[in-house]
């Protein structure tokens, strides 16, 4: 009896997957295909000597044409992406990362594989690394839940930063 129940339970299975089997062989293979894409923003500025051996940014000024690196690990720490972008004239970085594939959905995924360092300044009286928010060790990203939407397009966009140089001269500040 119990293995007559089984067989009818099973035939009613396979009856039913079979037409679940043939709705996908109506999918249609041609679609429009929507480019998802990862940004990393960001700014880049000169720190005031006033703020020197500090992480403030009073005072301090966008540095157009500074170079950052985005250096995305895999699971296994391994580079799995890496390039320099620079920051338009206002000291705003847009890096689209093109070329960046999350190989595992978590690992992978930008906020945990991805940071962001400063490279160069373009400026000679200000190009001094900090550490101001990670700058030199690396800084993670940070989710915003912000988009770029357009027609067949469409970017997450996460932030790092803002991130500073320093001048290599700053008149020693006076001791009370």
């Given at each position: 009896m119990a293995s007559s129940q089984l067989v009818l339970i099973v035939s009613l299975?396979?009856?039913l997957a079979v037409p679940l089997i043939n709705a996908y062989d109506k999918v249609p293979t041609k679609s429009v295909e929507k480019t998802d894409k990862v940004v990393v923003e960001g700014m880049v500025y000169c720190q005031s000597c006033d703020n020197y051996g500090s992480w403030s940014l009073s005072k301090a000024k966008p540095i157009a044409g500074a170079k950052v690196s985005v250096i995305?690990?895999?699971y296994m720490k391994r580079v799995s992406f890496y390039k320099a972008f620079?920051?338009?004239e206002t000291g705003y970085l847009f890096?689209?990362?093109d070329g960046f594939k999350m190989g595992h959905s978590y690992l992978d995924h930008p906020l945990h594989s991805c940071r962001v360092k400063l490279v160069d300044s373009p400026l000679e009286n200000c190009d001094v690394f900090t550490n101001v928010n990670y700058g030199?060790?690396?800084a993670r990203l940070r989710f915003l839940?912000?988009?770029l939407k357009r027609s067949n397009y469409e970017a997450?966009?996460?932030a790092?930063?803002?991130f500073a140089f320093r001048p290599d001269h700053c008149p020693p500040k006076p001791e009370y």
């Open positions: 299975l396979l009856a995305c690990k895999n620079k920051t338009d890096a689209e990362l030199i060790t690396g839940d912000k988009t997450v966009i996460y790092a930063g803002p």
